[in-house]
């Protein structure tokens, strides 16, 4: 099968398991809770509703919407695929999901991207800072890899997850500029008192 394991995947693994740790076990449990559904959903959620709010809607659609589309591709492309997840000798959690492309990678690359993209649009002091937008792909990496060190993904399921989740931000920064540009958008803001 065309997703059957490589040799790559094997030997990162096995390598990952032989250099765990209680310590490092304890970081990647905390680490991958941060892209768990219910986390990412939440934290999407108030973004939207603060970015509705303030009258930043293109960005709250551009964030909301893409984040539940993001989220659609992300389930389809799991059943599409059917990859089998790494054995169950290997995981550190019980998880019975198929595995390619990794839903944590994907959808914390798509949700902390998305965000990035609307605080970019939304703030000056972040285009006057725009290092700061190196956390969201950062964190997006540190979750990708605890979903290979706790065993619940091959390497591939996670790099695909983020180049995926690259690939839809990006899309969804394109559309959003294409609708709303933002020195019109940012115009608009300032008539209105924002």
Not at 10 to 27: M, N
Not at 46 to 57: E, H, K, Q, S
Request: positive net charge.
């Amino acid at each position: 099968m065309l997703l059957d394991p490589n040799p790559m995947d094997r030997s990162i693994t096995d390598a990952v398991i032989d250099h765990r740790s209680p310590f490092a076990t304890d970081l990647a449990h905390v680490i991958t809770t941060t892209g768990n559904t219910l986390v990412l959903a939440l934290l999407a959620g108030v973004v939207v509703i603060t970015l509705a709010v303030r009258g930043w809607r293109a960005e709250a659609v551009m964030v909301g919407a893409g984040s539940i589309l993001g989220y659609a591709v992300m389930v389809l492309l799991k059943q599409l695929f059917g990859r089998p997840r790494p054995p169950v000798s290997d995981r550190l959690l019980d998880i019975e999901t198929y595995s390619f492309p990794s839903g944590h990678a994907m959808m914390s690359m798509v949700v902390f991207g998305l965000i990035a993209v609307a605080a970019h649009r939304t703030s000056s002091w972040v285009r006057a800072h725009p290092v700061l937008l190196v956390i969201a792909p950062l964190w997006s990496i540190a979750i990708g890899c605890t979903r290979v060190y706790l065993g619940v993904h091959w390497a591939t399921d996670v790099i695909a997850g983020w180049v995926i989740g690259a690939v839809w931000v990006a899309l969804c920064a394109w559309l959003c500029a294409r609708w709303a540009p933002v020195g019109r958008v940012a115009a608009g803001s300032r008539q209105s008192g924002a």
